[in-house]
């Protein structure tokens, strides 16, 4: 048999990108070649998001680009939008097999078997019902410098405006000794550093009873081999002030934490059923300062959340700039049909929101580069990645300062001090010392 041409797009966040890479190597094993997504290719996986509108717009683009490149190609979607509309995705002409959330380790099954029968394969469960984690792994096809680890999956928080519980299920997480299993294979691979991933990693261990986040960081700690552990999102209760204590005594934990706000209003965050108020979280990154003075502190906001007055996104913003985050993704609400705040009131005008996003983006660019700025001069180790062109190569410090430095390519996947110059932008000029 010819080995076939297999092209992937991933849409949406880290846990995909784990995901597709995964699903990258199940189709390696099986003899298929991977192609560039903008090549022709003999099937097409999308795997794809559905937090936003959008999300589910380019899915739907990105069908169309495919048959262009081939129309006889067979054209698979997988992730959150089939598992939330898998009616809408099945009646997309030229989609051939749709897969939920839960059923990305069959792709390449499910693929054969189209090849087989050319019948459309619908492999949709009823992901609320799911307590089983599935094993998904990824140890080859990563550059050689960062290497993510998906320890959990599932949501049970259920906030108004979010999809992803319905799309995702509840938490289930990775068992703790295949969580350390894959850490020292990617120790053994050569990664440096490894990203503790997966849709609520705050909720770890929840349903296994005995084990929890901490408890992975503490294990990953002791692998010889890996020199970094960074996290991605974070829930903001579970850094205690005892938790926050207990990391400082891990080396390897990187001085970086994604801590999820979307409001500094408490009326708002009330109307988004988030479990924590503006004060509670303003002694979290008080506390985090205290024991951690020169870690990076980043978030997500929201603007435009229904019944969003001026005066909220007013107290939102300026709760921001107090807070001065070293990096923050604002987004605006986008509604969701399924979710709570579908049905509320006050929706937000577009061209409101698009201002309150231009400003809070403005905000986030300059606490960014004012965070930046308290570095220059300082000589920090710095984890070199990609060469940009012309000799420079970037990398990142532990607290997540991007370093662009002369060098060539014995830097790659190599810790190396770096003094801090200039500000190049966002980011930061260096050389090596």
């Not at 903008?38 to 099937?43: G, H, I, P, T």
């Not at 380790?105 to 799911?130: G, Q, T």
């Not at 938790?243 to 934990?253: F, G, Q, R, V, Y």
């Not at 005008?349 to 996003?357: L, Q």
Request: net charge neutral.
């Amino acid at each position: 048999m010819v080995a076939l041409d297999v092209a992937f797009y991933t849409l949406g966040c880290k846990v995909n990108q784990y995901e597709t890479e995964a699903i990258m190597e199940l189709f390696q094993q099986r003899g298929y070649n991977i192609v560039d997504y903008n090549d022709a290719a003999d099937v097409y996986i999308i795997n794809t998001c559905t937090v936003t509108s959008r999300g589910d717009a380019k899915s739907r683009a990105l069908i169309r680009k495919a048959l262009k490149k081939n129309e006889n190609a067979v054209i698979a979607v997988v992730g959150c939008y089939p598992q939330t509309s898998p009616e809408e995705v099945i009646s997309i002409p030229g989609v051939d097999i749709i897969a939920g959330t839960d059923e990305k380790s069959r792709i390449v099954d499910l693929v054969e078997d189209y090849l087989r029968n050319h019948s459309k394969i619908i492999n949709i469960k009823d992901i609320r019902k799911n307590r089983k984690f599935e094993r998904l792994s990824v140890l080859k096809n990563r550059d050689r410098t960062r290497a993510y680890i998906k320890i959990e999956d599932g949501c049970d928080l259920y906030c108004t405006y979010c999809i992803v519980p319905y799309a995702r299920g509840p938490v289930r997480s990775k068992p703790y000794e295949e969580v350390m299993d894959e850490a020292r294979k990617l120790a053994n691979e050569g990664f440096k550093e490894v990203v503790i991933t997966g849709i609520h990693i705050s909720s770890y261990g929840k349903d296994l009873g005995n084990v929890g986040l901490l408890d992975v960081l503490r294990g990953i700690n002791d692998i010889e081999g890996i020199c970094r552990i960074r996290l991605s999102s974070l829930e903001p209760r579970i850094l205690t002030e005892d938790n926050i204590k207990e990391i400082t005594s891990l080396e390897k934990l990187c001085r970086f934490f994604h801590i999820s706000l979307q409001s500094g209003s408490d009326e708002t965050l009330r109307r988004m059923h988030r479990r924590y108020t503006a004060d509670e979280y303003r002694q979290i990154v008080y506390n985090l300062r205290k024991y951690i003075p020169d870690a990076g502190i980043a978030t997500d906001i929201m603007v435009g959340f229904p019944g969003e007055t001026d005066e909220e996104f007013k107290e939102s913003y300026n709760f921001v700039k107090e807070m001065n985050f070293s990096h923050m993704h604002v987004f605006q609400y986008s509604p969701r049909k399924g979710t709570k705040a579908y049905e509320y009131e006050g929706q937000v005008e577009k061209k409101v929101k698009e201002e309150r996003s231009r400003m809070m983006i403005e905000l986030a660019r300059e606490m960014k580069v004012g965070f930046n700025r308290r570095f220059i001069g300082t000589t920090m180790d710095v984890l070199f990645e990609n060469d940009t062109g012309d000799g420079i190569y970037e990398g990142l410090t532990d607290n997540y300062i991007r370093v662009l430095a002369k060098g060539d390519e014995s830097m790659r996947n190599i810790i190396l001090p770096a003094k801090l110059l200039n500000l190049n932008g966002l980011d930061v000029v260096g050389e090596i010392v």
